[in-house]
């Protein structure tokens, strides 16, 4: 389900502002990201499993990493590529920058920093809400508010010279053409004399020198070969850039290049214009023909879903994400979905069962923790209600009200469970951060 996540870090330190960026989140990108992805991560010996790919909402051009939980990469350097391989680059830059420990001496200022669910990594200090939530403000670009935030995020330049070569190495191991590193550099050609005003955030954390170039070019031309992208990866790729240019640009945009076009990613960007501009009596057709091209894929079934969840049509809406479960049991984001639908049409239990499959996989998603708490207030279940919004409240770095309703939990759920150690857990976080503060 595409959604717009704005997320506020509480780094919990002092020395850096408070700062918010925008995650894209959808099943079918982060799919297509993680496959993406994988060959490096093994290339790289990272687990595939334990570090995400995380696409943030920004036309900007930067990739960042803050620990080996996840890589961070814009929506507007992803459009500006012209090939799967210049993403696998960037990848490949990024996990480097993972596995050469270039994050360990930031470890001392995340080392006292939790979350209220006692996840002890810098993702979880992350903090999640739902699209459209007014409070929690506007989003910024990492690397765009303060010398500060550069500094913390920024690498020295033999750090990204070391990245470059083992970045490059990967590429090589993993059978992917390494002169898409130099391809993405050239991206960047002019940035480093632009005023730092201007400049698109990757330069000012990612020094970009002429030897840094150089040597990049060189190590290309000495592993120069035959490199095939793989059929899959290139359909990826061209899923992922579909539907980031079907929800950023006008619909009529959309539908101007998909004009006479009958292919599966013409189809899904034109159901999503149609449904955008609005137009739902097209947009009914052109998800029946997508449906009909494409019965076995459960991120056709889940857009459906939720382009008839939105617009209202909530009981087809709970048979698409019925046919997109069934086909992908364990994606949290269409279990949440589904859930949301569920609970648009009343069927409060099962919603709540749903939604707490969709959290055990994925409890960093404010969304679903939202719709959880809904549901357990459904269901005549005030403590759990009130864990999930102290939870939520606490992802989104509201510690103060997030100990509110962590204290009401404490006093109805079972003392000594699971649920009662979680309100525990948030009211710990709450107490840490005014320590921090005095």
């Known amino acids: 389900m595409w959604a717009k996540v704005i997320l506020a870090c509480a780094l919990c330190i002092a020395a850096i502002p408070s700062y918010a960026v925008t995650l894209l989140r959808d099943a079918e990108v982060e799919r297509g990201l993680r496959s993406i992805a994988q060959p490096i991560f093994q290339a790289a010996g990272l687990s595939a499993s334990r570090t995400k790919i995380l696409l943030v909402d920004n036309q900007s051009l930067n990739a960042f990493v803050i620990d080996g939980s996840a890589i961070f990469i814009h929506s507007g350097l992803i459009m500006r590529m012209g090939r799967v391989e210049e993403l696998q680059a960037v990848i490949a830059h990024e996990a480097a920058h993972i596995a050469n420990g270039h994050l360990a001496r930031r470890a001392a200022n995340f080392q006292n920093a939790r979350t209220a669910a006692g996840i002890g990594t810098a993702l ?32 020295t330049r033999a750090e990204e010279s070391s990245a470059d070569q083992s970045g490059g190495r990967y590429m090589v191991r993993a059978g992917i053409d390494p002169s898409a590193a130099v391809d993405v550099m050239r991206l960047f050609r002019g940035q480093e004399a632009l005023n730092i005003g201007r400049q698109d955030p ?69 159901a999503i214009a149609h449904h955008r501009k609005p137009d739902r009596d097209k947009t009914r057709a052109t998800l029946k023909r997508l449906v009909a091209k494409a019965p076995d894929n459960p991120y056709v079934h889940e857009l459906d879903g939720q382009l008839k969840l939105e617009g209202r049509d909530f009981n087809a809406a709970v048979a698409a994400y019925g046919r997109a479960v069934r086909l992908a049991p364990n994606e949290p984001l269409i279990l949440g979905g589904y859930g949301r639908a569920l609970l648009a049409v009343g069927q409060n239990a099962k919603a709540r069962d749903t939604l707490e499959r969709a959290r055990a996989r994925d409890p960093l998603d404010g969304r679903i923790l939202r719709d959880l708490g809904t549901a357990y207030a459904k ?37 000594g469970s699971a649920p009662w150690q979680r309100a525990n857990d948030v009211l710990a976080a709450a107490k840490t951060s005014e320590k921090g503060k005095r």
Do not use: C
């Open 124 to 155: 979880s200090l992350i903090v999640g809400a739902a699209a459209g939530n007014p409070e929690a403000g506007a989003a910024a670009a990492v690397g765009s508010s303060g010398s500060a935030l550069r500094r913390f995020f920024g690498h």
């Open 202 to 270: 990757y330069v000012r954390t990612h020094p970009l020198t002429r030897d840094r170039i150089r040597a990049l070019e060189a190590f290309a031309a000495g592993n120069a070969g035959d490199y095939p992208t793989p059929a899959l990866n290139a359909a990826w790729f061209e899923i992922i850039q579909g539907k980031i240019s079907a929800y950023s640009r006008a619909p009529s945009w959309t539908l101007r290049r998909t004009r006479g076009k009958n292919d599966h990613v013409a189809l899904m960007r034109q």
């Open 379 to 415: 269901t005549g279940n005030n403590g759990m209600a009130s864990l999930s919004i102290a939870e939520r409240y606490a992802l989104r770095g509201r510690l103060k009200d997030a100990a509110i309703h962590a204290n009401r939990a404490v006093g109805l759920l079972p003392r």
